[in-house]
C-alpha cells in the first residue's frame, strides 16, 4: 500500500520510522510518503492560510497548495482514496481501518487553523473519493494526530507487517466486543492471583471464560457496542 500524508509539520510523522510500521516501511510492505504542503506554496513566505470570508475567528487554508498537492499525489494512482482528518467528519472505526487497509493508495491531508477552505474536498472528489474522518468527538489543533493514528491502525492490517496475524483476530472492535484480560507470569503478583481457569490447561473452558470476559467487560464499558 501506498500513503502519503501532506502537512504543514511533517516531523510530526518521525515516529512512524519505529516498531512494526517502521519495519513494514524498511520491507516495502508500506510504502508511506510524508510532504510539506508548503512544498506547493510560490510565494516568498510559503503562505497556506489566509483570512475567512464571511468574517470570524482564525486563519483557513488556502485552497492553491492543496490543489497542487493533491493533483501532484492524486496522478500516481489511478484509485486514490483521499482522507482528510476533521472533527466534523465519520467516526473512525476498526471497520474504517479495515476498508481503508484494502485500499492501494491513501492521500491523507492534514488541516491546520479552522481547517481547510471547502472547495478543496469538492475539488478532491474529482480526482479519487474522499473521505472526511473524525478520531472522535473532541477537537484537535491539526490533523497529523489523527493521522498518525489512522496510519497505525491500517497498517497493522495490511498482511505481513504483524507478525502474528492470529494476534489481529481477536483483538478489541474486531468481532464488537471488547478483548477480554490478559496476564502473564509471574501468577501470583502482589497478593493478586491470575484466574485459575487459565492454568486449568483446558482450552475449551478458557475459550468460553475469555468470551463471557468480553461480553461482561463490553456490557460495563461499552453498552453502546452491543446496541440494547
Ligand atoms: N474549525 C474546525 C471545526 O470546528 O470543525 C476545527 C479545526 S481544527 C482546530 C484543525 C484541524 O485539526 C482540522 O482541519 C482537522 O484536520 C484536525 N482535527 C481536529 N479535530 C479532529 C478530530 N477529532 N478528528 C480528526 N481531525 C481533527
Not at 515516529?15 to 510518503?33: C, P, Q, V, Y
Not at 467528519?89 to 492521500?107: C, N, P, S
Not at 477537537?139 to 489523527?146: C, T
Not at 484480560?181 to 486449568?200: C, G, H, N, Q
Given at each position: 500500500?501506498?500513503?502519503?500524508v501532506v502537512?504543514?509539520?511533517?516531523?510530526?510523522f518521525?515516529?512512524?520510522a519505529?516498531s512494526?510500521?517502521g519495519?513494514?516501511?524498511e520491507?516495502g510492505?508500506?510504502?508511506?510518503h510524508?510532504?510539506d504542503?508548503?512544498?506547493w506554496?510560490s510565494?516568498?513566505?510559503?503562505?497556506v492560510?489566509?483570512?475567512p470570508?464571511?468574517g470570524?475567528?482564525?486563519m483557513?487554508m488556502?485552497p492553491?497548495?492543496?490543489?497542487?498537492?493533491?493533483d501532484?499525489?492524486?496522478?500516481?494512482?489511478s484509485?486514490?482514496t483521499?482522507?482528510?482528518?476533521s472533527?466534523a467528519g465519520?467516526?473512525?472505526?476498526q471497520?474504517?481501518a479495515r476498508?481503508?487497509a484494502?485500499?492501494e493508495?491513501?492521500?491523507?491531508g492534514?488541516g491546520?487553523?479552522?481547517?481547510?477552505d471547502?472547495r478543496?474536498?469538492?475539488?478532491a472528489?474529482?480526482l479519487?473519493?474522499?473521505r472526511?474522518v473524525s478520531l472522535g468527538d473532541?477537537v484537535?489543533n491539526?490533523?497529523?494526530?489523527?493521522?498518525m493514528?489512522?496510519?497505525e491502525?491500517?497498517?497493522?492490517l495490511?498482511p505481513?507487517?504483524?507478525?502474528?496475524?492470529?494476534?489481529?483476530v481477536?483483538?478489541?472492535?474486531?468481532?464488537g466486543?471488547?478483548?477480554?484480560p490478559s496476564?502473564t507470569?509471574?501468577?501470583?503478583?502482589?497478593d493478586r492471583?491470575?484466574?485459575?481457569?487459565l492454568?486449568s490447561?483446558?482450552?475449551?473452558?478458557?475459550?468460553a471464560?475469555?468470551r463471557?470476559?468480553?461480553v461482561e467487560r463490553?456490557?460495563v464499558?461499552r453498552?453502546d457496542?452491543?446496541?440494547?
Amino acid at each position: 500500500m501506498r500513503i502519503d500524508v501532506v502537512s504543514i509539520f511533517p516531523s510530526y510523522f518521525d515516529g512512524l520510522a519505529l516498531s512494526l510500521l517502521g519495519k513494514a516501511r524498511e520491507s516495502g510492505i508500506l510504502d508511506l510518503h510524508v510532504h510539506d504542503l508548503r512544498d506547493w506554496t510560490s510565494d516568498r513566505h510559503r503562505t497556506v492560510d489566509d483570512t475567512p470570508y464571511g468574517g470570524g475567528a482564525g486563519m483557513v487554508m488556502k485552497p492553491e497548495p492543496w490543489g497542487l498537492a493533491l493533483d501532484e499525489l492524486a496522478a500516481s494512482s489511478s484509485e486514490p482514496t483521499i482522507i482528510f482528518p476533521s472533527p466534523a467528519g465519520e467516526v473512525f472505526r476498526q471497520a474504517t481501518a479495515r476498508d481503508l487497509a484494502q485500499r492501494e493508495h491513501l492521500i491523507i491531508g492534514c488541516g491546520r487553523y479552522e481547517g481547510i477552505d471547502e472547495r478543496v474536498f469538492e475539488y478532491a472528489a474529482t480526482l479519487g473519493e474522499v473521505r472526511l474522518v473524525s478520531l472522535g468527538d473532541y477537537v484537535l489543533n491539526g490533523g497529523e494526530v489523527a493521522a498518525m493514528a489512522m496510519i497505525e491502525a491500517v497498517g497493522r492490517l495490511i498482511p505481513g507487517v504483524v507478525g502474528n496475524p492470529e494476534s489481529l483476530v481477536e483483538e478489541s472492535h474486531e468481532d464488537g466486543l471488547l478483548e477480554y484480560p490478559s496476564y502473564t507470569k509471574p501468577s501470583a503478583w502482589r497478593d493478586r492471583a491470575v484466574p485459575e481457569i487459565l492454568l486449568s490447561g483446558n482450552h475449551g473452558a478458557i475459550a468460553a471464560w475469555r468470551r463471557d470476559q468480553q461480553v461482561e467487560r463490553t456490557r460495563v464499558r461499552r453498552p453502546d457496542l452491543l446496541g440494547d
